[in-house]
């Protein structure tokens, strides 16, 4: 498994080098570490590509927060099954407790 670059992470609009780009979205740490790559998206776009890669921007960012709260709401289904007599919702708990494991293993590489 890979180690991604750890959060917080945020996006910058207002990033410049050597230049000004006039649409230019950067990712990175908070604060920004050195030796840890950005993703950055440069160059002049109609507004809904801008938009949209505002928005992926955004995702990207959020994604080391996600995967730490999907890891405890995968602990909290697996308590919250062990506590559940009815045998329909402990199936249903464990389900979505599978399906939590499952993306974790997607995003860190494990399911590869």
Known sequence: M???????????NDFQEEGTYANCFVVHTTPPLPGHPALEGRGEH??????????????????P??????????EALDFAQSCTPNQRDSDL?????????????DAT???K
């Open 2 to 12: 890979s180690k991604h670059t750890p959060g917080p992470w945020e996006v910058d």
């Open 46 to 63: 109609p507004p809904e590509v801008r938009e949209a890669m505002a928005a992926n921007c955004r995702l990207i960012a959020a994604a």
């Open 65 to 74: 927060e996600l995967l730490a709260e999907l890891a405890l709401a995968a």
């Open 93 to 105: 708990l464990q389900a979505r407790r599978l399906s939590a494991l499952r993306v974790i293993a």
């Open 109 to 111: 590489g494990e399911n």
